[in-house]
């Protein structure tokens, strides 16, 4: 298989995922004319697009692809059937089509429909999982996102972790704050800064990393907990949790 990564707008990533036969998925097309573009530079012959969420910033090519591509199917949970789903998917659905098997995992929290699809080690994770980061809370609970975290934190350290925005300079910045003595943290937040004056890209990310660097994945760390003003193991992690959204929501 070959990733392919594209910026589109001014900070989001379209992801095409392709077998030998130039056959590809796209996720999560913000907008038509990147992908269009690659398609006729390479030769690639779309068979689906796959939609993690309902946003304009995930969906907004759809229309697009299709006047160009009628036939192709577009699969995505229900809150996207109005932005050119035509295949609704859920939580342990497959998605088979020639070389390719998508696992749907249901990732309630930045939305409440909000899916990720899994092909090892490939997850494309939308707006769920970022580098550093995750998602804001626009329609779902503290609750349900941390719940969605740990379903991605159970799956292979080897996963890579396609999100679809570059945020991981500012996700650093936040990580150096809350865990300023980590030394990990402090590692990869200079390769960060390093990567992004080259304006290169910093995912995608495996999930082994995201272990070690992602504060929203480590908040059972007593350090962590501490230094955001909570007292060691009083509250559910989810709660620890909350607070470290909120926190960052002011960052």
């Not at 080690?121 to 707006?127: A, E, K, M, T």
Request: aromatic residues 8%; charged residues 20%.
């Amino acid at each position: 298989m070959k990733l392919i990564r594209l910026p589109a707008l001014s900070d989001n990533y379209i992801w095409l995922l392709c077998d030998e036969n130039k056959h590809c998925v796209i996720i999560d097309p913000a907008e038509s004319q990147p992908v269009i573009d690659i398609l006729a530079a390479s030769q690639l012959i779309p068979v689906a697009i796959l939609l993690t969420h309902h946003h304009h910033d995930h969906v907004g090519g759809v229309a697009g692809l299709l006047k160009q591509h009628p036939k192709l199917p577009v699969y995505g949970p229900e809150e996207t059937q109005s932005k050119g789903a035509t295949h609704i998917v859920h939580e342990n659905d497959l998605i088979e089509t020639g070389h390719f098997s998508f696992q749907v995992i249901a990732l309630p929290g930045h939305t409440l429909g909000h899916i990720a699809f899994y092909q090892a080690p490939y997850l494309f994770c939308g707006d769920t999982l970022f580098s550093a980061g995750c998602g804001r809370l626009f329609e779902g609970t503290a609750e349900q996102m941390f719940s969605s975290l740990g379903k991605i934190a159970s799956l292979p350290d080897e996963t890579l972790i396609c999100c679809a925005h570059e945020y991981t300079a500012a996700n650093m910045e936040f990580a150096l704050a809350v865990l300023p003595e980590n030394q990990t943290i402090r590692d990869y937040y200079k390769k960060i800064i390093a990567l992004r004056e080259k304006d290169q890209a910093t995912v995608p990310t495996t999930l082994k990393k995201e272990k070690k660097i992602n504060v929203f994945l480590n908040c059972h760390d007593i350090d962590l907990q501490k230094n955001i003003g909570i007292k060691p193991n009083s509250i559910p992690l989810y709660s620890v949790f909350q607070q470290l959204r909120a926190y960052k929501d002011r960052f």
